[in-house]
T-cell receptor, first 115, second 113 residues
Framework: AQSVTQLDSQVPVFEEAPVELRCNYS??????LFWYVQYPNQGLQLLLK??????LVESINGFEAEFNKSQTSFHLRKPSVHISDTAEYFC?????????????FGRGTSLIVHP | NAGVTQTPKFRILKIGQSMTLQCTQD?????MYWYRQDPGMGLKLIYY???????DKGEVPNGYNVSRSTTEDFPLRLELAAPSQTSVYFC????????????FGSGTQLSVL
């Protein structure tokens, strides 16, 4: 069965500083990986995803994540955060063909950006 | 497109009462899901459906029931509400499983007192 571990429940950071949100997964088959963001009082929305090909994927608002198969990780990074990035971030994994196809979510990491 | 619509947004139930959380999507998605979100626990899958007439249990199905009579609708039923069901409930849909992203509703905040 697949599982996702987000090691940090909360990450405080100052505005314009870099940030990394960690995500590790386990699965017995090849996987698809996702990062979702949840702003206060809203549902989740997709930030970026890795399906295949280049291991580095980017979002339109400056976030990037790198798939590392040997370390089974998919950490999310941003070189310079903004106050508006304050939100809950969820890593998710879904098995590729041969697996369950149903996504499993991590516990979430609360990113708090201070001025 | 409205996307995924959930009703109600808020509800307070007494222990033992029953209710149905409504979820509808207008994207002709095959897959639909119900998750509950508890603080610090992330999202836990309650039930999911891969198409009309097909449903299956997720990680935490006890105390809940679902049906999927149409592609658009996927209601979640709580028969005998318990305080442990106090949570925020999210409905989501996707075109298929695996590589497809999920579209989420705005959530239902449920309190059982």
């Amino acid at each position: 069965a697949q599982s996702v571990t987000q090691l940090d429940s909360q990450v405080p950071v100052f505005e314009e500083a870099p940030v990394e949100l960690r995500c590790n997964y386990s699965s017995s088959v090849s996987v698809y990986l996702f990062w979702y963001v949840q702003y206060p009082n809203q549902g989740l929305q997709l930030l970026l995803k890795y399906l295949s090909g280049s291991t580095l994927v980017e979002s339109i608002n400056g976030f990037e994540a790198e798939f590392n198969k040997s370390q089974t990780s998919f950490h999310l990074r941003k070189p310079s955060v903004h106050i508006s990035d304050t939100a809950e971030y969820f890593c998710a994994v879904s098995d590729s063909p041969g697996g369950s196809y149903i996504p499993t979510f991590g516990r979430g990491t609360s990113l708090i950006v201070h001025p | 497109n409205a996307g995924v619509t959930q009703t109600p947004k808020f509800r307070i139930l007494k222990i033992g009462q029953s209710m149905t959380l409504q979820c509808t999507q207008d994207m002709n998605h095959n897959y639909m899901y119900w998750y509950r979100q508890d603080p610090g626990m992330g999202l836990k899958l309650i039930y999911y459906s891969v198409g009309a007439g097909i449903t299956d249990k997720g990680e935490v199905p006890n105390g809940y029931n679902v049906s999927r009579s149409t592609t658009e609708d996927f209601p979640l039923r709580l028969e005998l509400a318990a305080p442990s069901q106090t949570s925020v409930y999210f409905c989501a849909s996707s075109l298929s499983g695996g590589s497809e992203k999920l579209f989420f509703g705005s959530g239902t905040q449920l309190s059982v007192l």
